[in-house]
């Protein structure tokens, strides 16, 4: 079964920096587009940045770009996102899903990121 | 404000069924696929239609997709208690070089 596991939310304060990572199973990683999407509290998914198999097209929402940075080693079946200079509104759960350009195939259970100080 | 428009919520009885429409524009829903997702809070959220009407396999036919022009319609037919859920529409727009969702509609059965 596909699998896709988040780590590395948690509290952190603004200003700050965080690394999530999405470690993948039962799929060809390589062959797949990886996406992260986030929903704020109470609020709808927002999509912030997908990377493709090889890594080397990437594409952000306008609101991140710049402070968020999408990465995939795929020797180790993971895709990464760098946050930077984190807001409170950046306060959210991260998914990240896999699938091609335009659809989501399969997601994660999320990973909670916190920005409070 | 979403790119994609969908109503904030939907019920119906079970057994019966229940539309939730996904407005959108030709640059995103007019030009390109369109899926659908369902997610309960807490959980992966579970893509359900792609390419405005195929199912992936082990999702049922009682869900289904179609596409209008710049809009696309989710029918949920044979309604049970485990289909209570958000229900999210997506695409690419490419005015926007993004992926863009719906608003989400909360489905309740009553």
């Known amino acids: 079964e596909v699998q896709l596991v988040e780590s590395g939310g948690g509290l952190v304060q603004p200003g700050g920096s965080l690394r999530l990572s999405c470690a993948a199973s039962?799929?060809?990683?390589?062959?797949?587009?990886m996406h992260w999407v986030r929903q704020t509290p109470g609020k709808g998914l927002m999509w912030i940045s997908r990377?493709?198999?090889?890594?080397?097209?990437?594409n952000y929402a306008d609101s991140v770009r710049g402070r968020l940075t999408v990465s995939r080693d795929n020797a180790k079946n993971t895709v990464y996102l760098q946050m930077n200079s984190l807001g409170a509104e950046d306060t959210a759960i991260y998914y990240c899903?896999?699938?091609?350009?335009?659809?989501?195939?399969?997601w994660g259970q999320g990973t909670l990121v916190t920005v409070s100080s | 404000q979403s790119v994609l428009t969908q109503p904030p919520s939907v019920s119906a009885a079970p057994g019966q069924k229940v539309t939730i429409s996904c407005s959108g524009s030709?640059?995103?829903?007019?030009?390109?696929?369109l899926s659908w997702y369902q997610h309960l809070p807490g959980t992966a959220p579970k893509l359900l239609i792609y390419?405005?009407?195929k199912r992936p396999s082990g999702i049922p036919d009682r869900f289904s997709g179609s596409k209008s022009g710049a809009s696309a319609t989710l029918v949920i037919t044979g309604l049970q208690t485990g289909d209570e859920a958000d229900y999210y529409c997506?695409?690419?727009?490419?005015?926007?070089?993004?992926?863009?969702f719906g608003g989400g509609t909360k489905l309740t059965v009553l």
């Open positions: 899903a896999g699938g091609n350009i335009y659809r989501l195939n399969f």
């Open positions: 039962e799929f060809t990683f390589s062959y797949y587009w």
């Open positions: 990377i493709s198999g090889d890594g080397s097209h990437t």
């Open positions: 030709n640059s995103n829903i007019g030009s390109n696929y």
């Open positions: 390419e405005y009407d």
């Open positions: 997506g695409t690419w727009d490419s005015s926007l070089g993004a992926v863009v």
